[in-house]
């Protein structure tokens, strides 16, 4: 297996406020990699800045073997990175379909862009049903679904998820999971943000715990699920 990202020693910062202090994370081809930590422990700022949201101050991000950090996003997403951002961030005012084309905007070939979007749409027959509805009028659960759909239309080698699972009902958070694997089964590797540390190490291969800006524990899934301390303070019980 090659690392197909490799994040080392990110310091990211919001004005004077240290949001990543030291995170390195490896995803390589073909991985599920999960994220988890409490809240404000600077899993989505690490997202962010691999997608070029933010520029570390400091550190190093290479994708493929090619340093990206400080790159402009759409230049990241058109080297193969595409990122589902946390909660209802799509354009409300706008169609599912209008949505999804929007994640296909720097594409240009045309006949691979419409397979994508039936391919998304079998993932997702909810949003076959919906697909001329106006974004904003659906649910919350449906939303999530057209941004991780939206993600998939920019064709990405690797996908970033935030929070996929975030205010889905119990059924609806079984089905995106399930879909997940499904994602990976099609060849896309993911790197995945969840407060769901139960559900999210049930599918992934690998995963990093943050507390506080930083690395706490590393390992397969597998492990973080048999170690005490994990499964005491993440995994509630
Ligand atoms: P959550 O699950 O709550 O999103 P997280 O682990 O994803 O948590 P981040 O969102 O990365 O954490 O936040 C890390 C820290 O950075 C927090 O202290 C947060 O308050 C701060 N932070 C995040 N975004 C901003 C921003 N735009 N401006 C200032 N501070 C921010």
Redesign the pocket.
């Known amino acids: 297996m090659s690392a197909m990202l490799e994040v080392k020693n990110i310091q990211?910062a919001?004005?004077k406020?240290?949001?990543?202090k030291d995170v390195s994370v490896t995803v390589n081809e073909g991985e599920i990699v999960t994220?988890i930590?409490?809240?404000?422990?600077?899993?989505?700022?690490?997202?962010?800045t691999i997608s070029g949201l933010i520029k570390p101050k400091s550190g190093e991000i290479t994708f493929n073997g090619k340093r990206i950090d400080g790159m402009p996003g759409h230049d990241i997403v058109s080297l193969g990175i595409c990122h589902s951002p946390?909660g209802r961030r799509i354009f409300p005012r706008m169609t599912v379909k209008e949505n999804l084309e929007l994640g296909a905007f720097l594409r240009n070939d045309k006949a691979a862009v419409n397979a994508d979007m039936d391919r998304v749409l079998d993932l997702f027959p909810r949003l076959k049903e919906r697909i001329k509805q106006t974004a904003g009028t659906m649910s919350g659960g449906e939303q999530q679904m057209l941004a991780v759909s939206r993600a998939l239309m920019g064709a990405p080698q690797l996908l970033l998820l935030?929070?996929p699972s975030m205010g889905l009902a119990p059924v609806l958070v079984e089905m995106i999971f399930e879909t997940i694997a499904k994602i990976r089964q099609q060849g896309i590797t993911i790197l995945l943000?969840e407060?769901n540390a139960n559900a999210a190490l049930e599918i992934a291969d690998r995963a990093y715990v943050?507390e506080s800006?930083m690395v706490k524990i590393s390992g397969t899934a597998k492990e973080l699920r048999a170690d005490d301390k994990v499964t005491k303070a993440y995994l509630g019980h």
């Open positions: 990211v919001y004005g406020i240290i949001a990543v994220l930590g409490a809240n404000g422990a600077g899993k989505s700022t690490t997202l962010r946390e935030d929070e943000i407060q943050l800006g």
